[in-house]
Nanobody, 124 residues
Framework: EVQLVESGGGLVQVGGSLRLSCAAS????????MGWFRQAPGKRREGVSF????????YYEPSVKGRFTISSDSAKHTVYLQMNSLKPEETAVYYC?????????????????WGQGTQVTVSS
């Protein structure tokens, strides 16, 4: 059974930090590009950050670059998203996703596996 389980979301004040985790199981972790998307109420799903199978080809959505960091722990089959200096407009459900293949794409339809999502709320 393929599973992607997110954790680490919650309520944080503006300017605060959260670290999201995505624990993967049921597939060959190192054969999949991984990514984080987010979706706010009434908004389209937006790509936040992606990482290739080599874990050295990385993308950040321009508004989060310099504040967010994606990383991967192969031994733990886990992808992380460290989020610093959070803003109220970044309140959303954050989803972890996996794509079979070397490269990431900033397209939700490219990803075959999805987690349930974790709520991030940034209060002002």
């Amino acid at each position: 059974e393929v599973q992607l389980v997110e954790s680490g979301g919650g309520l944080v004040q503006v300017g605060g930090s959260l670290r999201l985790s995505c624990a993967a199981s049921g597939f060959t972790f190192d054969d999949y590009a991984m990514g984080w998307f987010r979706q706010a109420p009434g908004k389209r799903r937006e790509g936040v950050s992606f990482i290739s199978t080599s874990r050295d080809d990385i993308y950040y959505e321009p508004s989060v670059k310099g504040r967010f960091t994606i990383s991967s722990d192969s031994a733990k089959h886990t992808v992380y998203l460290q989020m610093n200096s959070l803003k109220p407009e970044e309140t959303a459900v954050y989803y972890c996703a996996a794509r079979r293949g070397i490269y990431w794409f900033n397209e939700p339809d490219e990803y075959g596996y999805w987690g349930q999502g974790t709520q991030v709320t940034v209060s002002s």
